[in-house]
């Protein structure tokens, strides 16, 4: 097996290659809904990097830095997920490291992320990441 290398995923062809581990998180999403929201979203500062072995993405992530009053420069994590069929294998924590050092990079103070409350295997990742649970996310629908 050969070393994970992680990427930003730039073209059409690589958010393609990520659909099967994306849809994972996001099943409601279509390949070219993934593709088309990718392009939309680039537009807010949207990134997609991924974590590929032997040239197959096992890892997606999807962020951008935002700034808010309350934090100033931050990461934010919009998707996070690791392949069904290798999770446990280290992507998902090699991949938050790769988050992490952007993060630094970035001069963000810090890194933030939502979660399905039902998500509690992801929570479980998170803490061992040193996340820590800070405020409730609330929502309404429009209608």
Same mark, same amino acid.
């Given at each position: 097996?050969?070393?994970?290398?992680?990427?930003?995923?730039?073209?059409?062809?690589?958010?393609?290659?990520?659909?099967?581990?994306?849809?994972?998180?996001?099943?409601?999403?279509?390949?070219?809904?993934?593709?088309?929201?990718?392009?939309?979203?680039?537009?807010?500062?949207?990134?997609?990097?991924?974590? =590929?072995?032997?040239?197959? *993405?096992? +890892?997606?992530?999807? #962020?951008?830095?935002?700034? %808010?009053?309350?934090?100033?420069?931050?990461?934010?994590?919009?998707?996070?997920?690791?392949?069904?069929?290798?999770?446990?294998?280290?992507?998902?924590?090699?991949?938050?490291?790769?988050?992490?050092?952007?993060?630094?990079?970035?001069?963000?103070?810090?890194?933030?992320?939502? =979660?399905?409350?039902?998500? *509690?295997? +992801?929570?479980?990742? #998170?803490?061992?990441?040193? %996340?820590?649970?800070?405020?409730?996310?609330?929502?309404?629908?429009?209608?």
């Amino acid at each position: 097996m050969n070393t994970p290398v992680i990427g930003h995923a730039e073209t059409d062809a690589d958010i393609r290659a990520c659909f099967p581990v994306m849809s994972q998180l996001r099943p409601h999403v279509s390949e070219n809904e993934l593709l088309a929201a990718v392009q939309r979203m680039r537009g807010e500062g949207y990134k997609v990097v991924a974590l =590929s072995v032997d040239g197959k *993405v096992e +890892a997606v992530a999807g #962020y951008r830095i935002i700034e %808010m009053l309350r934090t100033g420069s931050m990461l934010e994590i919009d998707d996070l997920v690791t392949s069904d069929a290798t999770r446990s294998k280290g992507y998902g924590r090699q991949l938050f490291d790769w988050i992490h050092q952007e993060a630094r990079h970035q001069g963000c103070s810090v890194i933030e992320l939502d =979660s399905s409350v039902h998500r *509690v295997d +992801a929570h479980r990742f #998170y803490f061992r990441q040193r %996340m820590h649970i800070l405020a409730f996310h609330f929502s309404m629908a429009v209608t």
